[in-house]
Antibody, heavy 121, light 113 residues
Framework: EVQLVESGGNLVQPGGSVRLSCAAS????????MTWVRQAPGKGLEWVSV???????YYADSVKGRFTISRDTGKNTVYLQMNSLTVEDTAVYYC???????????????WGQGTPVTVSS | QSVLTQPPSVSGAPGQRVTISCVGS?????????VHWYQHLPGTAPKLLIY???NRPSGVPDRFSGSKSGTSASLAITGLQAEDEADYYC?????????????FGGGTKLTVL
C-alpha cells in the first residue's frame, strides 16, 4: 500500500524559510515522479514542483528561484526547501506521486494528507 | 485566475445526474493533452477520480465518468449520493509563453441537496 506522509509545516515569518518532508512507503521516490501541490486558503490546487526519476527538477513560476525540491533515496523521502517566503505562500502543501499518461504528461494518483504552512508576522 | 475554467459550484438532489465542465484553450486541452479529475474533501488527501479523459482508477464507482471534446472536458456524476459532496478539480498540461506547466482548474464545489 502506498503512503505519503508530509511533515514540517509551520508558522514562519515573511522572508523566512521552512523545509517540508514527504516520507514515502510502498513506492521508491527515486523511481517515481514526485510532486508538490499546494492549496492556499479559499483557493484551488496549484502545482508547485516536480522531481523526475533522473533527477531533473521543475518549478512553477511563482516559486522559481525560491523553492528547491530534492530527495533522499536512503530515507525514501522527498523534500521541499522553501526560502524567501511571502504571505502568498501560505497554503496546505501536498506531496503526490506523478504517473505518465498516454500524452506523456503527468497526473497524480497517490496523495498525502498535506502539511500547513502559514507565513505571517 | 485559472487556465482551466470550472463553474464555482453545482448542486443536485440525491439520485440525480450532475456535470462539471472544464473549459480550456488551444494551448492545453485543445492541444491534445489529457484531462484528469480529482475529488477533494477539505482536510483530506485529494483523490484521483478520472485519468486520461475517461479512465477510472480501480475502486472508483462507475457513477463517475469523464469526457473530452475540443478545448473542453466534463465530469459526470450519476445517481448522486450525499458522500459525493466535495470539491472537484480538473487538471491538464499547458504550453504557454512562460513554459510548459501542469495546470488545475479553479475547482467546483458540489452540493448534494
Amino acid at each position: 500500500e502506498v503512503q505519503l506522509v508530509e511533515s514540517g509545516g509551520n508558522l514562519v515569518q515573511p522572508g523566512g524559510s521552512v523545509r517540508l518532508s514527504c516520507a514515502a512507503s510502498g513506492l521508491s521516490v527515486s523511481s517515481n515522479y514526485m510532486t508538490w501541490v499546494r492549496q492556499a486558503p479559499g483557493k484551488g490546487l496549484e502545482w508547485v514542483s516536480v522531481i523526475y526519476t533522473g533527477g531533473a527538477t521543475y518549478y512553477a513560476d511563482s516559486v522559481k528561484g525560491r523553492f528547491t525540491i530534492s530527495r533522499d533515496t536512503g530515507k525514501n523521502t522527498v523534500y521541499l526547501q522553501m526560502n524567501s517566503l511571502t504571505v502568498e505562500d501560505t497554503a496546505v502543501y501536498y506531496c503526490a506521486r506523478g504517473a505518465r499518461g498516454d500524452d506523456n504528461k503527468l497526473y497524480f494518483d497517490y496523495w498525502g494528507q498535506g502539511t500547513p504552512v502559514t507565513v505571517s508576522s | 485566475q485559472s487556465v482551466l475554467t470550472q463553474p464555482p459550484s453545482v448542486s443536485g438532489a440525491p439520485g440525480q445526474r450532475v456535470t462539471i465542465s472544464c473549459v480550456g484553450s488551444t494551448s492545453n486541452i485543445g492541444a491534445g493533452y489529457d484531462v484528469h479529475w480529482y475529488q477533494h474533501l477539505p482536510g483530506t488527501a485529494p483523490k484521483l477520480l478520472i485519468y486520461g479523459n475517461t479512465n477510472r482508477p480501480s475502486g472508483v464507482p462507475d457513477r463517475f465518468s469523464g469526457s473530452k471534446s475540443g478545448t473542453s472536458a466534463s465530469l459526470a456524476i450519476t445517481g448522486l449520493q450525499a458522500e459525493d459532496e466535495a470539491d472537484y478539480y480538473c487538471q491538464s498540461y499547458d504550453t504557454n509563453m512562460y513554459g510548459p506547466d501542469v495546470v488545475f482548474g479553479g475547482g467546483t464545489k458540489l452540493t448534494v441537496l
